[in-house]
């Protein structure tokens, strides 16, 4: 099975609403909406239906990766795209969804988070994810998206061979 019509699930958490007028030092001029596009025209590229969400509370995120879970079960998608912002130092229930829904994720930083505070070292949600892009700006979606896309067939064309 290829990722044709397959769905890519990108989730944002909080704050990420405010691309392009929060610290755009840190996290460039970019808005939400033009990281969107940059996803939307990914994943027309690699034949896969994106599902972009945004929101600033933890619950909704533990949701959508449940939900996102299910339907990769299902085989109707591929994985999810997550930057936690924030939630990514603090959230045990994000790290526990995405374990529990065995949801494959890679998890984004826009910024390094590795060359900046302390505290925001440490990911709850490394561990649990399938991989970790930072500090390549908002082109760090689409590098997760590619990645996401090729695990995906690689793990298909694996499970045809045997």
Do not use: K
């Amino acid at each position: 099975m290829s990722a044709v019509g397959l769905t890519v699930h990108v989730l944002n958490g909080p704050n990420l609403n405010l691309l392009g007028q929060r610290e755009p030092g840190v996290y460039g001029v970019q808005t939400l909406d033009d990281v969107e596009e940059l996803c939307r025209r990914t994943a027309e590229r690699l034949n896969l239906v994106l599902d972009f969400r945004q929101t600033n509370h933890e619950g909704v995120l533990v949701d959508w990766l449940q939900e996102a879970g299910a339907e990769q079960a299902a085989g109707r998608a591929i994985g999810a795209v997550l930057n936690p912002a924030a939630y990514t130092h603090t959230s045990v229930a994000l790290r526990d969804a995405i374990a529990g829904a065995r949801t494959r994720v890679v998890e984004v930083h826009i910024s390094n988070v590795h060359a900046r505070e302390e505290f925001r070292h440490h990911s709850y949600v490394s561990a649990v994810a399938s991989g970790t892009v930072v500090g390549f700006g908002v082109d760090g979606y689409r590098l997760a998206i590619e990645g996401l896309s090729a695990r995906h067939l690689r793990e298909t064309e694996d499970l045809r061979a045997v």
